[in-house]
């Protein structure tokens, strides 16, 4: 029976033609190394050139292009590019994001924004370069959001915001998709032992009010990447890892009941510290912000 499973996940990635953003590290890196070892061929997208490059070679010497997902047109022409050298698409994995703690009120507006520019306009910029090159009836597009859809935590209002639009975005392009035979899916994320869930947890605010692990216990990276690869061979709608978060995104309304109703004895000293507090974003960003000006050349 397992050797029959792992045969139809081969077939169903053997050949694929995968493009993956985020790449250089933690999901993207091992996604892009467990679909390789399965077949398929992949090129990267990432903002860190040395460990995108070194991805890379793990994957028998893929394409692979800096691009930062805010500019659109790094974007169209790091997708061109990478159309061109596996020569069409079959898979988009959209997987780059950010996170950081921001307070609603009193909280950076630039936060906001990086993580409103990279998770959403980012995913919608991914999609709308891929979209031409996946509409066939092997297409597929992946969308890697969050178990944060089903229930919004406080200091993570920019990051669950943005996990909403994109499951938004999923949700739409399958609809206007489905015509050509190509598939859509979104992937939910609970709490995986990467660096998002490392340093977004790792603040003083944080400390006082400790969310992390509010629903279960943090799962090891194999579980999501495991995950991502048997819906990506199986071109499923709906993709949870671990498991338990299809659960919790189907009682949306009560999980966020049981957010709402849970003692906050620290919350105001968790909000005061948050607001002046200065912490890294989940991951690696450009030093320079992108101006607006620039995207719309």
């Known amino acids: ?21 985020g790449a250089a590290r933690s999901i993207g890196a091992a996604l892009a190394k467990r679909l390789h070892a399965h077949g398929a061929k992949v090129g990267l997208l990432g903002l860190e050139r040395e460990l995108l490059e070194q991805v890379a070679t793990a994957c028998g010497n893929a394409p692979w292009r ?39 009120l009193g909280g950076d507006p630039a936060v906001m924004q990086r993580i409103v520019d990279v998770n959403l306009m980012g995913t919608y910029y991914t999609l709308r370069a891929a979209g031409e090159h996946i509409g066939h009836r092997d297409g597929y597009a992946l969308i890697i959001t969050s178990g944060a859809v089903g229930a919004q935590l406080p200091l993570l209002g920019a990051y669950s915001a943005t996990a909403a639009a994109a499951e938004a ?53 194999e579980v999501a990447i495991t995950a991502f690869e048997k819906g990506i061979a199986r071109r499923r709608k709906r993709i949870y890892a671990p498991g338990w978060v299809g659960g919790l995104l ?39 912000p992108l101006r607006l000006s620039d995207s719309a050349r």
Request: proline share 3%.
């Open 66 to 104: 800096y691009c930062d997902v805010r500019d659109h047109t790094q974007v169209d022409a790091a997708v061109a590019g990478i159309v061109d050298e596996l020569g069409g698409l079959d898979v988009v994995i959209a997987n780059a994001g950010v996170g950081a703690q921001l307070p609603m």
């Open 250 to 288: 189907h009682c949306r309304m009560a999980a966020q009941r049981i957010v709402e109703l849970r003692p906050q004895p620290h919350m105001a000293q968790a909000l005061a510290i948050a607001r002046t507090e200065h912490t890294r974003y989940t991951t690696v960003q450009p030093e320079l």
């Open 169 to 221: 975005l999923g949700n739409t392009l399958r609809v206007e998709m489905r015509h050509l035979g190509t598939r859509v899916g979104v992937g939910y994320l609970g709490e995986i032992d990467t660096d998002m869930i490392s340093i977004g947890f790792d603040t003083a605010a944080a400390d006082k009010i400790k969310w992390s692990g509010m629903f279960t216990a943090m799962s090891p990276l």
């Open 1 to 21: 029976m397992w050797n029959a499973m792992a045969r139809s996940l081969e077939e169903g990635l053997a050949g694929r033609r995968v493009l993956i953003t």
